[in-house]
């Protein structure tokens, strides 16, 4: 069975270096910030989180393609 370990917005603040409104952004198609490649969160239940091996490949590919942290760009 594989296992999906998920994680919260706290957490993909943390590690992104983006605030609440900044993560809401990149997932909203109608804001200036937005990145179609950004993770969208998933529902477990009431529990409403992002799968964390989303959020660590999108960290590497913005490292990858820019050199910088997503967020701090």
């Known amino acids: 069975m ?3 370990y998920t994680i ?3 957490e993909v603040s943390r ?11 990149r997932m909203d198609p109608l804001a200036s910030r937005f990145d179609p490649a950004f993770p969208l969160p998933i529902r477990r239940g009431r529990f409403i989180g ?3 091996a989303e ?3 999108y ?3 913005c490292e990858e393609e820019s050199g910088f942290h997503c ?3």
């Open 71 to 73: 967020g701090l760009h």
């Open 15 to 25: 590690r992104t270096g983006l605030g609440k409104k900044a993560i809401s952004a």
């Open 50 to 52: 992002w799968v964390e």
């Open 2 to 4: 594989l296992t999906v």
């Open 55 to 57: 959020v660590v490949a």
């Open 8 to 10: 919260d917005i706290r």
């Open 59 to 61: 960290l590497a590919r």
